[in-house]
């Protein structure tokens, strides 16, 4: 899985009682990841917020990565 392009959807966002996408952020340590390009994308799946958000982010990350033949790091909020 080195090099690989990750989303994470932190669902449930429009519950009281959520975690922020910062929080789940921080307890899946991506922070920590250095050799992949990732984001994390605040959803509400029951009204589909954040759903197409996230899907566009991933389809326009792979599209880069693929012309350019490699995979970039960092985080993106």
């Not at 996230?54 to 970039?72: K, N």
Request: net charge negative; glycine share 10%.
């Amino acid at each position: 899985m080195l090099n690989s392009v990750i989303l994470v959807f932190a669902n449930k966002q429009d519950m009281r009682s959520y975690v922020s996408p910062r929080e789940v952020c921080e307890g899946l340590g991506l922070l920590d990841l250095k050799n992949r390009k990732w984001h994390i994308q605040g959803t509400c799946a029951l009204q589909g917020d954040g759903l197409y958000e996230g899907l566009d982010w991933l389809s326009s990350t792979l599209t880069e990565v693929r012309a350019a033949g490699y995979s970039s790091v960092g985080p993106s909020f």
